[in-house]
């Protein structure tokens, strides 16, 4: 089983940079995928969720609005196309799968990629 991580820099506030998760060893395309992240010093903070189908999504207040999850089961893959960005969005930024959207992922249940770094500042 792995999740990879990638499309994470450095850019300035206002720009855009768009992650992937690529997903291998397990059936992604029955899977809830999360995005969540971790900024210095803090803790896991849940960004977006994406259910099997596609196309129910959910978004944490902070990015409402900025930013987009998606997947292409087809490649085993899910997005976040992240706009607008602020230099509060800093972070560390994981992908993970569950089977059910009730995955406690504060414990880090299912399954984890190892992070892409995510840097906002002018």
């Known amino acids: 089983v792995q999740l990879v991580e990638s499309g994470g820099g450095l850019v300035r506030p206002g720009e855009s940079l768009r992650l992937s998760c690529a997903a291998s060893g397990f059936s992604f395309s029955s899977y809830y995928i999360r995005w969540v992240r971790q900024a210095p010093g803090k803790g896991l903070e849940w960004v977006s969720s994406?259910?099997?189908?596609?196309?129910?999504?959910n978004y944490a207040d902070s990015v409402k609005g900025r930013f987009t999850i998606s997947r292409d089961n087809a490649k085993n893959t899910a997005y976040l196309q992240m706009n607008s960005l602020k230099s509060e969005d800093t972070a560390l930024y994981y992908c993970a799968a569950c089977q059910f959207a009730s995955c406690n992922w504060r414990a880090r249940e299912g399954y984890w990629g190892q992070g892409t770094q995510v840097t906002v500042s002018s």
């Open positions: 994406i259910y099997d189908d596609g196309v129910r999504t």
